[in-house]
């Protein structure tokens, strides 16, 4: 129990708990026009919350071939999203501001 951290199963909840509340202390940082390296270390800490509840998940796995098979799947997949994939709507669709 390094630093406080607990390293059983019973605290991959927790783990993935604390990547979330990072994830919300970068969005806070990057809204709040912070300095970026102060966004990317909070991102930094999402990996490593999400790292450690994978270890605790399966120890045995190889997240390197994990990351490199999601990563060839992902790239096969077409694109959905963005405004480039976006449906365009007739200009007579489109809302009109309020009068």
């Not at 951290?5 to 604390?18: H, R, S, V």
């Not at 909070?42 to 997240?63: H, K, M, T």
């Not at 365009?88 to 489109?94: C, G, H, S, V, W």
């Amino acid at each position: 129990m390094a630093k406080g951290f607990g390293n059983t199963p019973d605290e991959i909840a927790n783990k993935l708990l604390f990547a979330f509340i990072e994830l919300g202390e970068a969005g806070d940082s990057w809204k709040k026009g912070r300095p970026s390296g102060e966004t990317i270390e909070e991102l930094i800490d999402v990996i490593f919350y999400v790292l450690d509840a994978s270890r605790l998940i399966a120890p045995d796995a190889n997240l390197d071939q994990v990351f490199e098979r999601k990563w060839t799947k992902n790239m096969g997949r077409a694109f959905q999203y963005g405004e480039g994939f976006r449906p365009k709507r007739p200009p007579e669709l489109n809302r009109s501001s309020p009068k």
